[in-house]
């Protein structure tokens, strides 16, 4: 997610740079100006990254559930997609700074909202509901500071029922960081966290504010999946994206079900474990600019993200073990501007956007779109609930700056139908689901919303 604010500063800094780099030619008494756009979040004054945090390097763990085979082919049929509305799903409710929805897997029909502030609230999943309880509140210990910072992802333990776990992804200061860490409930109240309970996981130093990611998710497999940004600034200014030695711009998964004293271990079929060199063994994939959302699609497994694009490109990605998305030498399906130099953008004259870099090696995303249609996309699920049997299988996903609400289906090798469903004239900086695989839209404006037939 990068907010309006957040964009507008991009811009603006995107402007400045690009005046400094006109470089301008006279050919026969015309002048040619190429611009090479860096757009930079923060200044791009970068100081060298501490050193990643290591827990010891892989270790030994139990025996991993195998991960479903995606079997696209064998779910139903999807209905040809049409046009829908969104309506309020909680008329009664309203929440600031909403970031992410999700529930524990404990038979309770109950529902959380992230707020980026630093609390988690809980209400009942009903629609005539009136009143949400807090949670979690650690204010005092969130900076929110920076608009992609704060309290910004929650999953409840696959055994939460018994053991009352569950982690947050959090932004401290200082030093400026992002902690991953797990918290319990109160003994006899199911509705309400410890705060004193908090057992840090896994601290991740940040050179800047923004791209922070922040999605945390359990796998089918029961394994922590952690989303990292590139680390921040615009551009990928300390070259994370492309640097497994780094967990910034990554996707990360970790067993957190059996290290002691609150820490994790590495899962033994992680891509990077046992390889030569100095890749981190907890990446699952990499290459990734601002990971805003991902999701397993519960019937086939498959891992879909969201990247949020730099100066042009919205991307939608499946998420593979090993996989490199191609950021920064890649923005969508693109080559990045910002890393050619000014002798190659020259010879590239006023041409249009460029696919002859070198691709060798990276994941093409499943679908991009450029910021004629939004600037910040926002990762959602494949639906699989019942109330809207034509979206079923279609990955429903949105546009945080536009409010534009896409659904594509897709045979396992290329998008088959992708429309445009609402504009919604939201800033949506998430969707949620619920236990019943019906899906929620958060919005800036304090509501929750869901999709519905015109």
């Known amino acids: 997610m990068e907010s309006g604010i957040e964009r507008a500063v991009d811009t603006a800094a995107r402007l400045i740079v690009e005046s400094a780099r006109v470089v301008a030619l006279v050919v026969s008494g015309l002048s040619v100006a190429i611009l090479a756009t860096s757009c930079a979040g923060e200044p791009a004054t970068a100081t060298p990254g501490p050193p990643p945090v ?61 707020l980026q502030p630093g609390q988690v609230m809980v209400f009942d999943n009903d629609r005539d509901t009136t009143s949400a309880e807090t949670f979690l509140d650690i204010r005092d210990q969130v900076n929110d500071q920076g608009s992609e910072e704060g309290l910004l992802g929650l999953a409840f333990d696959p055994q939460f029922r ?87 711009g990554s996707i990360l998964r970790i067993d957190v079900s059996a290290a002691p004293g609150g820490a994790y271990l590495v899962p033994p079929d992680n891509p990077f474990v046992g390889r030569e060199g100095d890749a981190r063994a907890e990446i699952w994939a990499y290459g990734l600019r601002n990971p805003w959302r991902f999701s397993f699609d519960r019937e086939t497994g498959e891992l879909w993200a969201a990247d949020v694009g730099q100066n042009k490109f919205e991307e939608v990605d499946i998420i593979r073990p090993g996989g490199n998305y191609g950021w920064n030498i890649m923005e969508g399906s693109y080559c990045f501007l910002g890393r050619l130099t000014i002798a190659q953008l020259l010879k590239r004259g006023s041409a249009g956007p460029d696919r002859n870099c070198d691709q060798e090696g990276l994941e093409p995303p499943i679908i991009d779109y450029d910021h004629d249609e939004g600037c910040s996309v926002t990762g959602g699920y494949v639906y699989r609930g019942s109330r809207l049997p034509s979206l079923y299988g279609a990955y429903v996903y949105g546009d945080f700056c536009s409010g534009k609400i896409w659904a594509l289906t897709y045979d396992g090798a290329r998008v088959t139908e992708l429309l445009e469903i609402v504009d919604s004239q939201l800033s949506i900086p998430a969707f949620g689901e619920d236990p019943a695989g019906e899906l929620y839209i958060l919005s800036f404006d304090g509501s929750i919303y869901r999709l519905t037939r015109p």
Do not use: C
């Not at 109240?189 to 359990?218: C, K, M, W, Y």
């Open 54 to 114: 290591s827990p010891g390097g892989p270790a030994a763990s139990p025996t991993a559930v195998q991960m479903p085979t995606p079997t696209p082919e064998a779910t139903p049929e999807v209905a040809h997609l049409s046009k829908m509305s969104v309506e309020k799903a909680f008329p009664g409710l309203s929440f600031r700074g909403m970031v992410h929805l999700t529930y524990p897997d404990d038979g309770s029909n109950r529902l959380f909202v992230v």
């Open 162 to 248: 018994a053991n009352g776990h569950f982690y947050v992804y959090y932004s401290a200061s200082p030093p400026k960081r992002s902690v991953i860490s797990r918290y319990s409930v109160r003994a006899g109240e199911p509705s309400r966290a410890d705060p004193a309970s908090e057992v840090t996981v896994l601290e991740i130093p940040q050179p800047f504010s923004n791209h922070n990611g922040g999605q945390l998710l359990f796998g089918p497999d029961g394994y922590l999946y952690v989303g990292l940004g590139d680390g921040g600034s615009g551009g990928d200014p300390q070259g994370n994206g492309q640097d497994p030695s780094t967990l910034l």
